[in-house]
């Protein structure tokens, strides 16, 4: 069925440092990928995503590249800021049942001054 | 507002109480979901209305358990007999159609079941 394998975390890094939050997924056929973002006290925000292979989604200065081959998309920003402390979730959905968003279980992030 | 709304934010229960979470989806959003997220957790899925019809229920982890959409807006998950398993965040979320679509989440309602 289908997964979605996140890092474990917490991650913490210094401001401006470099981002990478692994992120792998099993399914059949290409599903489409998603990242969302969770401040403390609030829902899921959308952050980005990408439907078919190779596709990059991006927002914020966040990227992540869909790859078939390595059935990945890890999150990437080149410098991060201490805003951008939040939980990070993983999740796929499709591509023949698109009742149901499945999410990793979340990479914490501390990013400190 | 524009978003997904819920109601109420935060909900204490004694247990066996029953309980009822409102979800306003975004206007004119076909998809609704409902995920529980316990403390530190991913979402887990529960249920999946296309308009009003529940086409996954699936997740619902007991018959205590029960949601609905009668006219294809609001949605009403209903909790009976609640028990302290039940203690987490309930999640609402809604999208513009099926297929592929990203989804838009409210900003939950926490349980306490004590």
């Known amino acids: 069925g289908n997964s979605v394998t996140q890092m474990e975390g917490p991650v913490t890094l210094s401001e401006e440092a470099f981002l990478t939050i692994n992120c792998t997924y099993t399914?059949?056929?290409?599903?489409?990928l998603f990242w969302y973002v969770q401040y403390p006290g609030e829902g899921l925000q959308l952050l980005l995503k990408a439907t078919k292979a190779d596709d990059k989604g991006s927002n914020k200065g966040f990227e992540a590249t869909y790859r078939k081959e390595t059935t990945s998309f890890h999150l990437e920003k080149g410098s991060v800021q201490v805003s951008d402390s939040a939980v990070y979730f993983c999740?796929?959905?499709?591509?023949?049942?698109?009742?149901?968003?499945?999410f990793g279980s979340g990479t914490k992030l501390n990013v400190k001054p | 507002g524009a978003g997904v709304s819920q109601s109420p934010r935060y909900k204490v229960a004694k247990r066996g109480q029953d309980v009822a979470l409102r979800c306003d989806p975004i206007s004119g959003h076909v998809s609704l979901f409902w995920y529980q997220q316990a403390l530190g957790q991913g979402p887990e899925f529960l249920t999946y209305?296309?308009?009003?019809?529940?086409?996954?229920k699936s997740g619902l982890p007991s018959d205590r358990f029960f949601a609905e959409r009668p006219e294809g807006s609001v949605s009403t998950l209903k909790i009976q007999r609640t028990q302290q398993e039940d203690s987490a965040v309930y999640l609402c979320?809604?999208?513009?159609?099926?297929?592929?679509?990203?989804?838009?989440f409210g900003q939950g309602t926490r349980l306490t079941v004590v």
């Open positions: 979320a809604s999208g513009v159609r099926g297929g592929n679509t990203e989804a838009f």
């Open positions: 999740a796929l959905r499709g591509p023949y049942n698109f009742n149901k968003f499945y």
């Open positions: 399914a059949t056929g290409y599903p489409s």
């Open positions: 209305f296309q308009n009003e019809a529940q086409l996954d």
